[in-house]
């Protein structure tokens, strides 16, 4: 079927737009904002998903004010326009591809009129694939890329003037294979114990933007990891990493960092990035292992949804409040600055000190 999206030169098979590569059910395409003012509150964070293989488009905005996580959750039948990017209250619009994005939120608890200007390139990270025995249960690209915000967001009636502050923050886009929703039908049972580890960092500083991530198996061996270091305006290009490394400080009786450090080793010198958490985003405010709202679970045609909890009250021993973003200070060397610690341990991490699916750090 022909859709607006195939006047544009960008297929890359013989099908219309519409027909994606693969059959796969979990195959996706992905937009995700966040952003930070300066004195630390508010933080938000959006975004949005569709997924083509299942006829699904969601979409959530959350925020932290006031130590109170607001989230607006959002579904909709996604139809034959993939370029209509508007889900209930939530939309995004492209201004510029790589450069300026919009975002608007219309709901009676979060209202956002938010433009995100990019402050360096962005930044590819490695083709993530990951097998479970012979089926692929993730093969994506994403990029990251560092910016600042103007316009105004309004949450439970407090509002704020991103353009009267400095509003930093991290977008990014990816796309293709990773689990949706409940679990495929497995087959043949698995022997090997449930494990992952990520962390992903991306940290703004007035004249640099930093970013890091890693994926590690149970023994600490990696099977991603990406550094980079970019001096802050669109037209320098990014320094690579050549090696990156990594400490947490961890809370007791979570799996949750107190502080972090971050070495990145480049070509021209290594980089060190101190983090002091200042409080968790819970990542199921935007739908993350949300048991109604995850990520391509058909809700309803077009349906969406508040919910508010005090960060403060959360259980950061269940399953659900392991996927998190850690809003941060951030130094390195006489720079200050701000910027995120995304966190999520499954099973056993030797290095942290976990032994099994779910124990916590002493």
Request: glycine residues 10%; contains cysteine.
């Amino acid at each position: 079927m022909i859709t607006p999206g195939d006047d544009f030169p960008i297929h890359q098979t013989p099908e219309p737009v519409q027909q994606v590569f693969t059959s796969d059910r979990n195959f996706y395409d992905r937009f995700f904002f966040n952003g930070y003012w300066r004195d630390g509150e508010p933080y938000f964070s959006v975004a949005m998903g569709i997924y083509p293989n299942v006829g699904i488009i969601d979409a959530a905005v959350s925020a932290i004010v006031g130590g109170t996580q607001h989230c607006v959750r959002a579904s909709r039948v996604l139809g034959a326009d993939r370029l209509d990017t508007r889900v209930g209250p939530i939309s995004i619009e492209i201004v510029r591809p790589t450069r300026t994005t919009r975002v608007r939120v219309d709901h009676a608890e979060i209202k956002a009129d938010l433009t995100f200007e990019a402050r360096v390139n962005p930044m590819e990270e490695p083709r993530f694939t990951r097998r479970a025995g012979p089926r692929t249960v993730m093969d994506l690209t994403r990029f990251t890329q560092h910016g600042s915000y103007s316009g105004t967001l309004t949450v439970a009636g407090h509002k704020f003037d991103a353009s009267q502050s400095r509003v930093w923050g991290s977008r990014d886009r990816s796309w293709g294979v990773r689990n949706l929703g409940p679990p495929d039908p497995a087959g043949v049972p698995s022997t090997a114990a449930a494990q992952f580890f990520w962390l992903w960092s991306p940290t703004n500083f007035d004249d640099l933007c930093t970013h890091f991530d890693v994926n590690e198996n149970s023994d600490g061996s990696r099977w991603h990891e990406f550094g980079a270091v970019a001096k802050a305006g669109v037209a320098a290009p990014a320094e690579l990493a050549t090696a990156v490394d990594w400490q947490v400080n961890y809370l007791p009786n979570t799996r949750h960092a107190r502080s972090a450090e971050i070495l990145l080793t480049a070509p021209g010198g290594q980089t060190r990035i101190e983090l002091e958490t200042l409080y968790n985003f819970y990542m199921h405010g935007i739908g993350y292992g949300h048991p109604k709202w995850g990520h391509g679970m058909y809700v309803g045609t077009d349906v969406s949804a508040y919910e508010s909890f005090k960060v403060g009250e959360v259980v950061q021993t269940l399953p659900l409040n392991q996927h998190i973003q850690a809003v941060c200070r951030a130094r390195s060397g006489s720079r200050e600055g701000m910027g995120i610690l995304e966190m999520l341990i499954i099973g056993a991490h030797e290095k942290s000190g976990l032994k099994t699916l779910l124990d916590m750090h002493p």
